[in-house]
């Protein structure tokens, strides 16, 4: 017998907005980072550093990215998301809090993780919670949840490093992985692994090897 899959009524529209609050929250640090590293940099004196600080996050959200979608087969889509939304949460108090731009660059990377790991789980999540009827329309909402942060983003970040501190960058986006875990993990409980019809599901170890040598190679590029 399959397990029952598709999201209705009030929790579907709970996990539309959770799933746009998540996607909204990774672009928003995305592009109000980069416009408070300059500050971040002056102040904590790590200029050899600041190009590590992007790379780190772009190095660990590509090996999250591969390692995410094999997890989400395994278990389901629901520990693997509150797995990214802790990490995430987590680099945002690391680089917040940071003393110095090596624990920045640190915190960036655990951001990355848990980035990569959102962004693939939500596309599961589309794939196996809603209705075929409703995938489109939820592509669509993911995507669109990248232009109100690309408006009002990289202003918004400069007015509040200008007026407060870089660290209120991070930390102020604390509230919003908790929000889209409250929206979300909760109804996908529901979901466990696929059914796979006999076809073999490549082992984590393998996919995690390949995903570092990945991210390594483009290290090195």
Not at 24 to 29: L, P, R, V
Not at 143 to 162: D, F, K, N, R, Y
């Amino acid at each position: 017998m399959s397990e029952p899959r598709i999201v209705e009524g009030a929790d579907r529209l709970a996990l539309q907005i959770g799933v746009v609050v998540a996607v909204s929250t990774y672009a928003f640090d995305s592009l109000a980072i980069s416009t408070a590293m300059p500050a971040i940099s002056r102040d904590l004196g790590g200029v050899s550093l600041y190009g590590a600080a992007f790379s780190s996050f772009m190095l660990a959200n590509l090996f999250s990215l591969a390692v995410a979608g094999t997890l989400a087969d395994r278990r389901g889509p629901r520990p693997v998301l509150t797995v990214g939304l802790i990490a995430f949460a987590a680099g945002l108090v690391v680089g917040g809090t940071a003393p110095t731009m090596s624990i920045v660059v640190l915190g960036r990377a655990i951001q990355g993780l848990g980035a990569g790991t959102i962004g693939a789980t939500v596309y599961v999540i589309i794939g196996r919670a809603f209705a075929p009827e409703d995938r489109p329309r939820m592509f669509a909402l993911a995507s669109a949840a990248w232009i109100v942060p690309s408006l009002i983003g990289p202003g918004l970040a400069g007015l509040v490093t200008e007026h407060t501190t870089w660290r209120v960058v991070f930390l102020g986006l604390l509230p919003f992985p908790g929000l889209a875990g409250l929206l979300t993990v909760r109804r996908l409980g529901h979901l466990g692994p696929p059914e796979t019809h006999g076809e073999p599901v490549r082992p984590l170890a393998e996919t995690a090897r390949r995903a570092a040598a990945l991210a390594v190679g483009v290290a090195l590029l």
